[in-house]
């Protein structure tokens, strides 16, 4: 099994910087992707940001120019640096970790959450 350890959430004000890490732990053998969803009230779990091993990343429109996702493979580790933050960015922060076991079996494996607010 994976676990991963989320850090990092809080109340921000608006404009406002926060940084998510995640370290992942367990029986990793390979790693197709890490990277952030979040969850706000009522809403669905929407992708914010992933990064592969060879440090490609992928945004979601919403956050491109003011979220930054990183990595360090040496610990398993990933990171988002949120800036500019707006208050449509308070929402449950999950990391989601999917391993490449064979061209097929990809398990995905999630945090617990992080929440971030940013108020008005």
């Known amino acids: 099994q994976v676990q991963l350890a989320e850090s990092g959430g809080g109340l921000v004000q608006a404009g406002g910087s926060l940084r998510l890490s995640c370290a992942a732990s367990?029986?990793?053998?390979?790693?197709?992707?890490m990277g952030w969803y979040r969850q706000a009230p009522g809403k669905q779990r929407e992708l914010v940001a992933l990064?592969?091993?060879?440090?490609?990343?992928n945004y979601a429109d919403s956050v491109k120019g003011r979220f930054t996702i990183s990595r360090d493979n040496s610990n398993d580790t990933v990171y988002l640096q949120m800036d500019s933050l707006k208050p449509g960015d308070t929402a449950v922060y999950y990391c989601h970790l999917q391993q490449s076991i064979t061209t097929v079996i990809k398990p995905n494996y999630w945090g617990r959450g992080t929440q971030v607010t940013v108020s008005s």
């Open positions: 990064i592969t091993p060879a440090g490609t990343a």
């Open positions: 367990g029986r990793i053998f390979s790693i197709d992707h």
